[in-house]
Structure formats: structure tokens, C-alpha cells
């Protein structure tokens, strides 16, 4: 290879580099949210795995049947099914600048999985960016919006708190998965959605 094309390759490598960012914090913390708003700033596309359950349960797929058992008593779904349909929708998509993912990944295995896949196509996590919020908060903040939202999960107290038990036993440790490469910061989540995602934005704006 001479010069030129080991400069070409470079150039390549880093006009394709996508910015893949996962939006963290426990459940109720605004993830949702503020990943709207982010997407539209940032061009990135935005994967919620809870969406994604909702919709193959709202169309009543055999992955849907499978995953609401576990939605509904706040369970995690298995990693295996939340895995693979993660990666299915990450390959349909191979044209946009980057992801967000929200709600993914909860567990080592799933985070062990995310890394092997993005190493695979030459990429990696960009970095995990938590809000936090304290737990007395989340719960008020879901059983509001289970009046609303029509979701089962937010409806009763006791799924929520093992949401948050099974977020703090399993999923908190994703966030010092990605601290040992110095990838995850926090953000404060307490304040209106304007000024969490003022928080938000001046981070992503360090993301290269
Ligand atoms: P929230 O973060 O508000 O609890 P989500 O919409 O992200 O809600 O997820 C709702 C439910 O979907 C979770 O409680 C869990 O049962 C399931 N789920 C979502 N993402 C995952 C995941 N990465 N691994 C396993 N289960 C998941």
C-alpha cells in the first residue's frame, strides 16, 4: 500500500466512524425523552428496545407473546431475545450517522454482545451517558405516567420497585462496564426537560 492509499483508508475510516451513544439511567429517568430530542440535533437514529417490544407485542408476534410475560412483572426479557432483535434492527439501518440506543444494554452479557457486534463492523461504543435520578422520584414519575400511558408496567407499584431492584442489580454495572475505557458520564436528570437536555447536549457535543 503506498502513501496515498494508506491515507485514503484513514480518510474512509473516519468519514464512516459512527457516533454510537447509549442513553442510560434507571427506568422513569427520562431516557425517552430527552433521546427524541437528541436524535433531531444530532441526526442519530433511535433505538428503545422497550419500543421495540411494545410494537411486536402490540402486533401480537410470536417475540411479542414471548417478551410480555416478562414486561408485565418487570422482569428483563432473556438476552438472547433482546440480543438478536437488537441486532436485526441495527443492520437494517446501515446508512445513518450513528444510534442511540435507550434501554439497551441492561445486563454484561447484553453489553459483552454489543461490543463483539460493533468491534465486528469496525465500530465501538462512542460512549454511555447516564441521568440520574433517585429512586423516590422514578416511582412518582411512573405511576404518573401509567395514568396515561396505557402501560401495565407503570400501573402498580410493586412492578416498579422491581424495575428498580432488578435496574440496580443488573443494569447499574453496565455503567462501570464502559467506566474501565473511561466512556460513561452522568448527567443530572432532575430539572425540566429543557435544561436536562441543555445537560445532555453539551456532553454530545464532546462525543467525537
Ligand atoms: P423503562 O426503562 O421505563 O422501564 P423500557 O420501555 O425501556 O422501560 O422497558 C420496558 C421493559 O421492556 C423492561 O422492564 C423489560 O422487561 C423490557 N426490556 C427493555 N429493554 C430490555 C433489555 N435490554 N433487556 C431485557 N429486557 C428489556
Redesign the pocket.
Known amino acids: 500500500m503506498d502513501l496515498l492509499d494508506w491515507i485514503r483508508a484513514i480518510f474512509m475510516k473516519e468519514k464512516m466512524k459512527r457516533t454510537n451513544v447509549i442513553l442510560f439511567g434507571p427506568?422513569?429517568s427520562g431516557?425517552g425523552t430527552q433521546a427524541q430530542k437528541l436524535v433531531e440535533k444530532y441526526s442519530l437514529l433511535h433505538i428503545?428496545?422497550?419500543?421495540l417490544?411494545r410494537y411486536e407485542i402490540g402486533n401480537e408476534t410470536p417475540l411479542g407473546l414471548k417478551?410480555k410475560e416478562?414486561?408485565n412483572k418487570?422482569?428483563?426479557?432473556p438476552?438472547e431475545v433482546?440480543i438478536g432483535m437488537l441486532k436485526n434492527k441495527v443492520e437494517a439501518n446501515p446508512e445513518v450517522k450513528g444510534f442511540i440506543f435507550?434501554?439497551?444494554?441492561?445486563?454484561i452479557p447484553?453489553a459483552q454482545a454489543l461490543d463483539s457486534f460493533l468491534h465486528s463492523k469496525g465500530e465501538e461504543v462512542s460512549a454511555l451517558v447516564a441521568l440520574e435520578v433517585e429512586d423516590n422520584e422514578i416511582v412518582s414519575r411512573l405511576l404518573k405516567r401509567g395514568e396515561t400511558s396505557g402501560r401495565v408496567?407503570d400501573q402498580n407499584e410493586e412492578v416498579i420497585r422491581n424495575?428498580i431492584k432488578v435496574y440496580s442489580e443488573e443494569t447499574s454495572v453496565v455503567y462501570d462496564h464502559y467506566s474501565k475505557s473511561n466512556k460513561s458520564q452522568t448527567v443530572n436528570g432532575l430539572g425540566t426537560i429543557e435544561e436536562i437536555f441543555s445537560r445532555l447536549s453539551k456532553v454530545f457535543d464532546q462525543i467525537d
Open positions: 427506568p422513569g431516557k428503545s428496545t422497550g419500543d417490544f417478551a416478562y414486561m418487570g422482569h428483563l426479557v438476552d433482546t435507550d434501554g439497551f444494554p441492561r445486563t447484553q408496567d424495575r
